[in-house]
């Protein structure tokens, strides 16, 4: 217990947000894995508040002082904590239907932490805690979800990629997480405090933390509420680059496949679109394998769309699973292949739909025809010269030899393309030109 209370008293001293919010983490640090059985320990549900207040702000070495409204707020956070870490504790233990009862007791240490922002002047650089308390609450209502899905007959995979797949089950507890983090990013984004002591400095983290929960809710529309926010607020916000590169790159990740996932394939859009998810790109440690292979996930689509090109070989040399899903295709795209392009959407079908981007591939179908009708332009050849002058391309190909290469580049045909069928399909492609 005097590890965490000596660790308060030291981060308010110096006020260090980042030490503070080691002292509410949930989970123990590797070089003291037994820190949190210890504090439980320390105390009993009888005498857990006064045990707080005495380690807090009576203990013989301590020079801290603060006002007695923020004490009190203080004290009902570690003693919402304490009580906490005993349901974490009877998690480990295999409690039956302890991930919900863990919800319960961690969302109230992040009400606690929210009524002392609110009513007892929390100051601006704690905000840290919130970063802890948000993040796990999070995380524990998605284990509480999955184990009332287990205890359903239902199952799923909780990873990494869990953010980018909406679950169609029940999601009550991360429903309400998503409510709770809402109201922290209400908090940060109304405070009208100069922006040196001001919350705002919290904003990009906790509206990063909101993106991910309402993609896993499947309810990516709510996403735009708080862009829209956003930009209202963006004359009295400190100006992006001022923040943390982590939050900007993982804001301008999320806001640009929000704009990729409008299906507004209009050429403005889709460059903003290209625009978040290519400064996402550049800003991104290059060290960080996993979220450059996320960002590439919905970059090439987008790219395809816009410029009609595909990833190099050297691009996709580092990240085996795109290579797998886009080599094909590629290759496809750029032979002409639309048979190969037909198996090679098919093979990865399960992958692009649950990245939600396989209406976007779909679309490279054109580009892979017009690269099958430009062959026929180019293996048609030269035109005979005329009173010396240099030999022209054919500007005339006869609409059957388009059917021959139709039928030849997609053997899934069933039937005999008429002429009529690929002259609609010729003025279709001009026009899209």
């Not at 996320?294 to 070989?313: E, F, G, R």
């Amino acid at each position: 217990m005097d590890v965490i209370y000596r660790d308060f008293r030291v981060a308010h001293m110096n006020c260090s947000g980042p030490l503070l919010a080691t002292t509410i983490t949930p989970v123990a640090p590797l070089e003291d894995p037994n820190r949190l059985v210890r504090f439980y320990e320390s105390s009993s549900s009888f005498a857990v508040a006064t045990d707080v207040r005495s380690c807090l702000f009576a203990h013989p070495d301590t020079e801290l002082r603060l006002a007695k409204s923020e004490d009190n707020a203080w004290v009902d956070v570690y003693v919402t904590y304490w009580k906490a870490i005993g349901r974490i504790l009877a998690v480990d233990d295999g409690e039956k239907g302890g991930w919900s009862q863990l919800y319960e007791s961690w969302k109230e240490v992040t009400n606690a932490l929210i009524r002392g922002y609110s009513n007892s002047g929390f100051e601006a650089w704690t905000i840290p805690c919130l970063y802890v308390t948000a993040r796990y609450l999070r995380a524990f209502a998605i284990r509480a979800d999955e184990e009332q899905s287990v205890g359903n007959g239902v199952s799923f995979v909780i990873g990494m990629h869990d953010d980018m797949v909406g679950d169609h089950g029940k999601n009550e507890k991360l429903e309400d997480a998503a409510r709770i983090i809402n109201r922290i990013f209400t908090l940060c984004i109304s405070d009208r405090a100069p922006l040196e002591s001001s919350r705002k400095w919290g904003l990009y983290y906790t509206t990063n933390l909101l993106f991910k929960t309402y993609f896993k809710l499947n309810s990516i529309g709510l996403s735009k509420n708080i862009i829209r926010a956003l930009r209202a607020s963006r004359t009295d916000m400190p100006p992006m680059e001022s923040f943390p590169k982590s939050h900007i790159v993982t804001f301008k990740y999320y806001v640009g496949i929000i704009l990729f996932l409008e299906e507004d394939y209009v050429q403005p859009t889709a460059q903003k679109a290209e625009e978040y998810l290519t400064d996402a790109w550049n800003m991104c440690h290059r060290g960080a394998q996993r979220n450059r292979e996320l960002i590439l996930t919905y970059l090439i689509p987008c790219h395809l769309l816009t410029t009609h090109t595909l990833p190099t070989a050297h691009l996709l040399a580092p990240y085996p699973r795109l290579q797998k899903i886009f080599s094909d295709l590629g290759q496809s795209v750029r032979r002409g292949d639309l048979a190969g392009f037909d198996e090679a959407l098919a093979n990865g079908e399960d992958e692009f739909v649950k990245r939600r981007i396989y209406l976007t591939l779909e679309r490279g179908r054109d580009i892979a025809l017009r690269n099958l009708l430009r062959k026929v332009y180019l293996v048609g050849g030269f035109e005979e010269p005329k009173g010396g002058a240099p030999p022209l391309r054919r500007t005339r190909v006869p609409v059957a030899e388009f059917c021959a290469a139709l039928r030849l580049g997609n053997k899934t045909l069933n039937h005999h393309l008429e002429n009529d069928e690929v002259e609609c399909l010729l003025a279709n492609m001009i026009y899209k030109v």
